[in-house]
């Protein structure tokens, strides 16, 4: 356990360390920033006002943002390190490759998510000293969406970092899976749905095996209980969940998705050539 602190300690010095760190929260920072100078804080949108329209904003920019971040910046780590020659040094140091696997994505859990929560902690901050209400429970469940969003996507990348065996490759492969979940939204699944008719249930049910749009959808929920903009799709979803079934499966979902797939990544790469 000492030896998987200390890798994720170390991995937490070389991120912050990196360019990819400081143009990642320059980003994120940035994006509120310019949130407040566009004044969405006085806008009012299905009567979100104030504070819940600036983090409903901002929670559908880092759907976009996010994932890719993560994937990109994760999937060079493995990699990475295969290219460099640092798994030679690795084997002659008394750390498991267990603890150096999780350590290393407990690490990087930390400086991704981190930005993420304090940019959303100094809207809160900025809103109490300004005099705005303060929406705790849109607070609190948006940063747990963002929580387990960032853990699913760093799964992911873990597995692709275990399996490529150059950065390039692995960066490609990112790409690709970032870009084919952003296709597989809502939109893309009713145009299949009309031309090929197929079941409703089953087009549903593929949409909520994509974290984006489960994550979309959750998203929604806490503004549009009813889901009125997902259109006919929104009974399927309330009748098989109901809004808070919904609402602890967009939690719990990615979250186990993120588990498999790193645990998916460890046993590769615990099996495989390392050098």
Same mark, same amino acid.
């Not at 300690?9 to 994120?28: N, P």
């Not at 901002?58 to 060079?76: C, D, H, K």
């Not at 996507?153 to 490529?164: D, E, H, N, T």
């Given at each position: 356990m000492n030896h998987l602190f200390l890798t994720a300690?170390?991995?937490i010095l070389e991120s912050l360390r990196a360019r990819w760190f400081a143009v990642y929260t320059f980003v994120f920072g940035g994006i509120l920033v310019l949130l407040f100078a566009l004044g969405l804080t006085e806008s009012r949108v299905m009567g979100f006002t104030g504070l819940s329209r600036l983090m409903l904003?901002?929670?559908q920019l880092s759907m976009a943002i996010l994932p890719v971040f993560v994937l990109v910046t994760t999937v060079r780590s493995l990699s990475g390190d295969r290219e460099s020659g640092?798994?030679?040094y690795l084997l002659s140091l008394p750390v498991s490759l267990s603890a150096w696997y999780w350590g290393?994505?407990?690490g990087r859990f930390v400086m991704v998510y981190t930005p993420v929560l304090l940019a959303m902690g100094g809207a809160m901050?900025?809103?109490g000293l300004t005099g705005v209400e303060l929406p705790w429970r849109i607070f609190l469940y948006?940063?747990? %969406?963002l929580m387990v969003l960032t853990w699913c996507f760093l799964g992911i990348g873990m597995l692709v970092s275990s399996v490529?065996?150059?950065v390039d490759v692995a960066q490609g492969t990112a790409f690709v899976i970032w870009l084919g979940l952003l296709l597989f939204l809502d939109l893309i699944l009713l145009g299949v749905m009309v031309q090929q008719y197929a079941s409703p249930n089953l087009v549903i049910g593929i949409a909520l095996a994509n974290p984006l749009q489960v994550f979309r959808t959750a998203g929604m929920m806490l503004f549009d209980p009813q889901l009125v903009l997902l259109g006919p799709s929104a009974y399927v979803i309330l009748d098989h969940f109901g809004n808070l079934g919904f609402m602890v499966y967009a939690l719990a979902y990615?979250? %186990?998705l993120g588990t498999l797939m790193a645990w998916i990544g460890y046993q590769w790469f615990r099996r495989g050539d390392l050098p």
């Amino acid at each position: 356990m000492n030896h998987l602190f200390l890798t994720a300690w170390t991995d937490i010095l070389e991120s912050l360390r990196a360019r990819w760190f400081a143009v990642y929260t320059f980003v994120f920072g940035g994006i509120l920033v310019l949130l407040f100078a566009l004044g969405l804080t006085e806008s009012r949108v299905m009567g979100f006002t104030g504070l819940s329209r600036l983090m409903l904003t901002y929670l559908q920019l880092s759907m976009a943002i996010l994932p890719v971040f993560v994937l990109v910046t994760t999937v060079r780590s493995l990699s990475g390190d295969r290219e460099s020659g640092v798994f030679e040094y690795l084997l002659s140091l008394p750390v498991s490759l267990s603890a150096w696997y999780w350590g290393k994505m407990l690490g990087r859990f930390v400086m991704v998510y981190t930005p993420v929560l304090l940019a959303m902690g100094g809207a809160m901050l900025w809103g109490g000293l300004t005099g705005v209400e303060l929406p705790w429970r849109i607070f609190l469940y948006y940063s747990a %969406l963002l929580m387990v969003l960032t853990w699913c996507f760093l799964g992911i990348g873990m597995l692709v970092s275990s399996v490529a065996r150059s950065v390039d490759v692995a960066q490609g492969t990112a790409f690709v899976i970032w870009l084919g979940l952003l296709l597989f939204l809502d939109l893309i699944l009713l145009g299949v749905m009309v031309q090929q008719y197929a079941s409703p249930n089953l087009v549903i049910g593929i949409a909520l095996a994509n974290p984006l749009q489960v994550f979309r959808t959750a998203g929604m929920m806490l503004f549009d209980p009813q889901l009125v903009l997902l259109g006919p799709s929104a009974y399927v979803i309330l009748d098989h969940f109901g809004n808070l079934g919904f609402m602890v499966y967009a939690l719990a979902y990615p979250l %186990l998705l993120g588990t498999l797939m790193a645990w998916i990544g460890y046993q590769w790469f615990r099996r495989g050539d390392l050098p």
